[in-house]
């Protein structure tokens, strides 16, 4: 669905089996009016999927579309063909009602532009798809429409034009070389740490896959990430890519948890093109890759690893000085030993000179 200027488009692409289409968020059901696409044949509906064909340049087919109203009064439907793209987020979409097809849609011829469809009824409307003989080998993608124009106010109160779409996908293989072929692009990385510094972080990567061939592709994304001298290099695998038309692209984003915060980490962003379908590749395709680096400062373990720098030195230093104070003690108690012992040796000489003085008196008075 797009809001162009005063114009909005609903757009439901259906397979084989009809359903009411998707009115614009602003707009509300277009009367309860319910219609159905379909691929058919001149008896009804066959169960196809899809217009699926596989033509040489400047051949014709003829077909036909069954469009079915399920309401209960007649519809006037604009039936036309367009191109189908690609969109961002991987879906298959076709071009505005207002823009010009120049691929597949423009290759569709209808009787005419309009159709009326009575109230419970389907017509099986022939049409005819002409392949241009210049037209480039491989797979070309649209669809053929039924669409309702009514009016409805949007948020602000303004009357804008809503087209309420439903259509059958168009899947057409030019006959030629086939050239399949991705490439991934515009790799952007980013490494969240985890407040556990025994615990890794989570690696997010989200890179742009673009379809450079010529055939419709899907494919796995796969993540590589390795610090210097591919230290902790761990690898994970993405979602499975939805079909992406050639030259389509589409971003996808894949996260990888559990990687350790190596300072710098080498990233490698790769995906393995593969068939869509029953379709064969030969030769197989080269994975198409891209590199980046990113920043994983390991912060917690860093600051882990000052804790237990400063609890080390706390402890080596509560050591030396509990051993300084050892020391202090043992000298003080070696230097009270040493003026003890002179002190009992002053009081020893003082005794014996004593003794001398009394012994020599004592010999003087004989």
């Given at each position: 669905?797009?809001?162009?200027?005063?114009?909005?488009?609903?757009?439901?692409?259906?397979?084989?089996?009809?359903?009411?289409?998707?009115?614009?968020?602003?707009?509300?059901?277009?009367?309860?009016?319910t219609?159905g696409?379909?691929?058919?044949?001149a008896?009804?509906?066959?169960?196809?999927?899809?217009?699926?064909?596989?033509?040489?340049?400047?051949?014709?087919?003829?077909?036909?579309?069954?469009?079915?109203?399920?309401?209960?009064?007649?519809?006037?439907?604009?039936?036309?063909?367009?191109?189908?793209?690609?969109?961002?987020?991987?879906?298959?979409?076709?071009l505005?009602?207002?823009?010009?097809?120049?691929?597949?849609?423009?290759?569709?011829r209808?009787?005419?532009?309009?159709?009326?469809?009575?109230?419970?009824?389907?017509?099986?409307?022939?049409?005819?798809?002409?392949?241009?003989?210049?037209?480039?080998?491989?797979?070309?993608?649209?669809?053929?429409?039924?669409?309702?124009?009514?009016?409805?106010?949007?948020?602000?109160?303004?009357?804008?034009?809503?087209?309420?779409?439903?259509?059958?996908?168009?899947?057409?293989?030019?006959?030629?070389?086939?050239?399949?072929?991705?490439?991934?692009?515009?790799?952007?990385?980013?490494?969240?740490?985890?407040?556990?510094p025994?615990?890794?972080?989570?690696?997010?990567?989200?890179?742009?896959?673009?379809?450079?061939?010529?055939?419709?592709?899907?494919?796995?994304?796969?993540?590589?990430?390795?610090?210097?001298?591919?230290?902790?290099?761990?690898?994970?695998?993405?979602?499975?890519?939805?079909?992406?038309?050639?030259?389509?692209?589409?971003?996808?984003?894949?996260?990888?948890?559990?990687?350790?915060?190596?300072?710098?980490?080498?990233?490698?962003?790769?995906?393995?093109?593969?068939?869509?379908?029953?379709?064969?590749l030969?030769?197989?395709?080269?994975?198409?890759?891209?590199?980046?680096?990113?920043?994983?400062?390991?912060?917690?373990?860093?600051?882990?690893?000052?804790?237990?720098?400063?609890?080390?030195?706390?402890?080596?230093?509560?050591?030396?000085?509990?051993?300084?104070q050892?020391?202090?003690?043992?000298?003080?108690?070696?230097?009270?030993?040493?003026?003890?012992?002179?002190?009992?040796?002053?009081?020893?000489?003082?005794?014996?000179?004593?003794?001398?003085s009394?012994?020599?008196?004592?010999?003087?008075?004989?």
């Amino acid at each position: 669905m797009r809001l162009f200027v005063a114009i909005a488009t609903g757009i439901v692409l259906l397979g084989a089996a009809p359903a009411p289409p998707t009115p614009a968020p602003s707009a509300p059901p277009a009367s309860a009016a319910t219609w159905g696409v379909a691929p058919s044949s001149a008896k009804g509906p066959n169960g196809r999927p899809a217009f699926t064909y596989k033509l040489d340049p400047g051949a014709t087919v003829t077909d036909y579309v069954a469009v079915t109203n399920h309401s209960t009064r007649p519809l006037t439907l604009n039936l036309y063909a367009s191109d189908a793209f690609t969109t961002a987020q991987g879906g298959f979409d076709l071009l505005a009602g207002g823009q010009k097809p120049t691929d597949v849609g423009a290759w569709v011829r209808f009787t005419g532009g309009t159709v009326t469809i009575p109230s419970t009824s389907r017509l099986d409307i022939p049409f005819t798809l002409t392949v241009p003989n210049n037209a480039t080998p491989g797979d070309h993608a649209g669809g053929i429409v039924a669409s309702l124009a009514s009016t409805a106010a949007d948020a602000q109160g303004n009357q804008v034009a809503v087209d309420h779409r439903v259509g059958a996908r168009i899947y057409l293989r030019v006959s030629g070389e086939l050239q399949p072929a991705m490439t991934v692009e515009n790799l952007q990385v980013r490494h969240t740490g985890s407040l556990n510094p025994l615990a890794g972080g989570t690696l997010t990567a989200t890179f742009t896959v673009r379809n450079t061939g010529n055939v419709r592709l899907t494919g796995r994304p796969t993540l590589t990430a390795a610090g210097p001298f591919g230290l902790g290099r761990r690898s994970t695998d993405g979602a499975a890519l939805p079909e992406i038309l050639p030259g389509g692209e589409l971003t996808t984003t894949v996260r990888m948890t559990g990687v350790p915060p190596l300072f710098r980490l080498t990233v490698n962003a790769a995906v393995t093109p593969a068939a869509v379908g029953d379709q064969v590749l030969d030769p197989q395709p080269q994975s198409g890759t891209a590199r980046a680096t990113a920043w994983a400062v390991p912060w917690p373990q860093l600051a882990l690893l000052v804790l237990l720098a400063l609890g080390g030195w706390a402890l080596i230093a509560a050591r030396r000085r509990r051993a300084r104070q050892l020391a202090r003690a043992v000298a003080a108690a070696r230097e009270e030993g040493r003026s003890e012992a002179g002190r009992q040796t002053e009081r020893a000489s003082e005794d014996g000179e004593v003794a001398a003085s009394a012994a020599t008196g004592a010999a003087r008075r004989r």
